[in-house]
């Protein structure tokens, strides 16, 4: 069992930067790949970014290729989404999630949830 708790959003100017944490609880962190979504009102779901177990491979989708970065630190059981020259279409729920088998941008394949942070990008 896996518990992660996002946090770091909040209300920024277009331009702007933010950090998202999520802190995972459980000694097994680091056997799971780690994952970012989001979720802007009347909107699906989509991918954001993901990272390996071992944070030695990341995967991003077109929208933040070149703005964001995730990373993460084993030692203090955390996943990092680093939002640089945020746009107001970055305005969206952000969740991280955890995956035991395999990693990528398929929410499907995710095993475990945070309950997301708020980030809104004022124009």
């Known amino acids: 069992q896996v518990q992660l708790v996002e946090s770091g959003g909040g209300l920024v100017q277009a331009g702007g930067s933010l950090r998202l944490s999520c802190a995972a609880s459980?000694?097994?962190?680091?056997?799971?790949?780690m994952g970012w979504f989001r979720q802007a009102p009347g909107k699906e779901r989509e991918f954001v970014a993901a990272?390996?177990?071992?944070?030695?491979?990341?995967y991003y989708a077109d929208s933040v290729k070149g703005r964001f970065t995730i990373s993460r630190d084993n030692a203090k059981n955390t996943v990092y989404l680093q939002m640089n020259s945020l746009k107001p279409e970055d305005t969206a729920v952000y969740y991280c999630?955890?995956?035991?088998?395999?990693?990528?941008?398929?929410?499907?394949?995710?095993?475990?949830w945070g309950q997301g942070t708020q980030v809104t990008v004022s124009s």
């Open positions: 990272i390996s177990w071992s944070g030695g491979s990341t």
């Open positions: 999630a955890a995956q035991r088998v395999g990693w990528g941008s398929s929410g499907g394949g995710y095993d475990y």
């Open positions: 459980g000694r097994t962190f680091s056997s799971y790949a």
